[in-house]
């Protein structure tokens, strides 16, 4: 199923795990200006790179479902409440989005944000996922700020860490080098699956993965066969 605001992929084949991909479009519908110019599109200030692709490997090997957002992050941020500070970023990276700045917030909501959550919650009431993956990326390095970014993956939750205890140690066991609560904390953005996952009491394990691991075929083949024995084991440990 595919609409602007979302795209479904895989099937809910009992495998009781949903794949969630807030970032994984750089999609700005024909009548959106955001008055950017054309290559921004394609830089991680409007996807999150490797994800939508890292996903679609997962529905495979897991017989299982995802929902990715249908609309760069730059026309709307799905990871964010609908009142938050960035939901229409006016700028991102150094980089200015003036065709945020008188934009209709409300209009945004009822055409990409609302129609998307409202998709995920559905899905979760009728399949009852006992688990959820929050997919995102992270660049390696920032043009606003000078800050290393080592790792080859994050690890992000709020209040609740229960999968996040699980597939740490295994990540490290995999060969990754794992940020917990890195590059930056689950305590401060963590809106879906605060909404969804925690709003519900369903274990969701959130991970960030570094974008120039995952911008090709072998790095995202090399992170699915990764994540998908982990969250078998995060799905059948905390059942």
Sequence with gaps: MKTEA???????????????A????NHVPYDIDLGIHRDLLDDHIAIDIGVAEVAELLTRQLD??????GASRLVIDL?????AHGLLPRSSDGHAIPGNHDADIEARLDRFWRPYHEMLAAMIAEHQPQILLSLHSF?????SRSEARPWDIGVLYNKDDRAARIAI???AAAGLHVGDQLPYSGKVLNA???????GNDIPYLGVEMRQDLVSDPAGQRKFSDILAPILI???NSLA
Excluded: F, Q, W
């Design 22 to 25: 807030d970032h994984a479009s």
């Design 139 to 143: 660049t390696p390095s920032l043009k």
């Design 64 to 69: 299982c479902a995802a929902i990715l957002g």
């Design 169 to 171: 140690p295994m990540l």
């Design 6 to 20: 979302y795209h479904i992929i895989g099937k809910m084949n009992g495998a009781a795990m949903l794949v969630v």
């Design 192 to 198: 879906t699956m605060n909404r969804h996952g925690e």
């Design 233 to 235: 084991e995060c799905r």
């Design 79 to 83: 990871n964010r409440e609908e009142d």
